[in-house]
């Protein structure tokens, strides 16, 4: 078969090529360049998806794919990554929220954009394939967790429509970690056996540089019944759940992030316990293993990357609004966030936090 593999270079993607070109297959990679030099983020030397260092990261991945023996090719998408990514991240924290980029970034770009551009360019291929730790039933219609839990990427898969995953690939869904970057080493590729992979969402931890000036206003900490605590720097600073950085001290207990009202510009502070939330509600529900005519039922939940998934009864209200009741109040429940819901290791849908309580 002809196949498109998602090639960042890394230990992921690279053996996902490795292995379909020891199968036989006529393997290409596929790149997405998105840095827009409009934007002031400095040169660290950081690692992220996003910067300046972009030229270098994709001279190494050429010199990858040149050592494989397969072809590779650099789309530019930097205007398609601003306006469904970049955008969409600014104008989440502007109104209160906690987006997240990696999860939008598949949504759109890597499964979207980039597919659909290379087909544009004349790539022909049948399937598309990349480096996630996820997995298809065995009749190849849902969506399975990875077989090392530590790794799986379900989660950042969820919002992805069942005409996405049609013609999709995951290689490395029965694997372990471990034993991809021992391939790695067994197949000379001792740089990504030893690569340090750990990458942010930008090649700076300063988020702030991707947004106006006026966009970061600074105004009030406030309690729960209004009463101003101190002064906060602009909302696009905090998150549910935060604690560090808020620079309020002398009280008889530690004070964290539980909502934020971008209309007053409020960041509002509470207590530990204030934290819980025994409801969630979530709008633009994506069904994947859900089928249209189910409007209720039992799920395990993740409400996060890293959150392990949670015992909830949920119910589909009117315009696909979905409300989960956790069988244990959970912490920090976010808006902005994505939860997904899961039966067993089958990927029933998600859809984006709008509130908890």
């Known amino acids: 078969m002809k196949i498109a593999v998602g090639f960042s270079g890394g230990v992921d993607s690279t053996m996902v090529a490795l292995l379909l070109k ?29 910067g300046p260092e972009e030229s270098k990261t994709l001279a190494v991945t050429q010199k990858t794919a040149e050592k494989l023996g397969i072809r590779h090719l650099i789309i530019p998408l930097a205007k398609q990554y601003k306006q469904s990514v970049i955008d969409y991240f600014r104008d989440e924290y502007k109104a209160g929220r906690t987006p997240n980029p990696c999860v939008k970034c598949n949504e759109l770009m890597k499964f979207g954009f980039l597919l659909n551009s290379a087909k544009e360019m004349g790539i022909d291929f049948d399937y598309f394939a990349t480096g996630h730790y996820a997995r298809f039933s065995e009749e190849g219609h849902h969506l399975r967790t990875a077989v090392d839990q530590t790794k799986d990427q379900t989660y950042f898969l969820s919002r992805l429509k069942k005409e996405q995953l049609k013609k999709v690939l995951f290689p490395l869904g029965n694997w372990k970690k471990e034993d991809v970057k021992k391939l790695a080493l067994d197949n000379g590729f001792e740089e990504l056996f030893y690569k340090n992979e750990s990458q942010d969402f930008i090649q700076c931890g300063d988020y702030s540089l991707l947004f106006n000036p006026e966009d970061i206003r600074p105004g009030s900490f406030v309690d729960k019944e209004g009463h101003v605590l101190g002064s906060h720097q602009g909302i696009i600073y905090y998150t549910i759940g935060q604690r560090k950085g808020l620079g309020i001290g002398g009280l008889k207990e530690p004070l964290f992030v539980t909502r934020l009202d971008p209309v007053k510009n409020e960041v509002v502070l509470g207590t530990h316990d204030e934290l819980f939330s025994k ?10 293993a859900l089928e249209d005519h189910v409007t209720e039922g039992q799920a395990t939940v993740k409400i996060r990357h890293g959150h392990k998934a949670v015992p909830a009864t949920f119910s589909i209200e009117p315009e696909e609004k979905l409300h989960v009741v956790f069988d244990t109040p959970q912490l920090s429940v976010t808006p902005g966030q994505t939860v997904t819901l899961y039966n067993n290791d089958i990927v ?7 509130s908890g309580y």
């Open 279 to 288: 409801h969630l509600i979530g709008t633009n529900l994506n069904r994947l």
């Open 348 to 354: 029933l849908g998600s859809a984006v936090i709008d």
């Open 22 to 50: 020891q199968q036989g297959h006529d393997v290409v990679g596929i790149t997405m360049s998105l840095w827009d030099p409009s934007f002031q983020i400095p040169l660290n030397g950081s690692k992220g998806c996003f």
